[in-house]
């Protein structure tokens, strides 16, 4: 877990209501768990992440780089 995970997870509860799909549809759980382990600076270290294609990508890098890199 931790804090980042925590962080992400958040996002990830908001996002799926933004978007109107469940929380898995945004990522699963093992795929943030990925990130905050990784802690990706950019898209090509977020895309080299599995589970994570070009329409995610897209979709959410953005918005995960900022919540990564604000630690």
Known sequence: GGPLFDRLKEWRRQRA?????????????STLAEIAERKPS?????????GIGPAKLDRYADEVLAIVSSG
Do not use: K, R
């Open 17 to 29: 209501s933004i978007d109107g799909v469940p929380a898995y549809v945004v990522f699963h759980d």
């Open 42 to 50: 950019d898209w090509a270290d977020l895309a080299s992440v599995p």
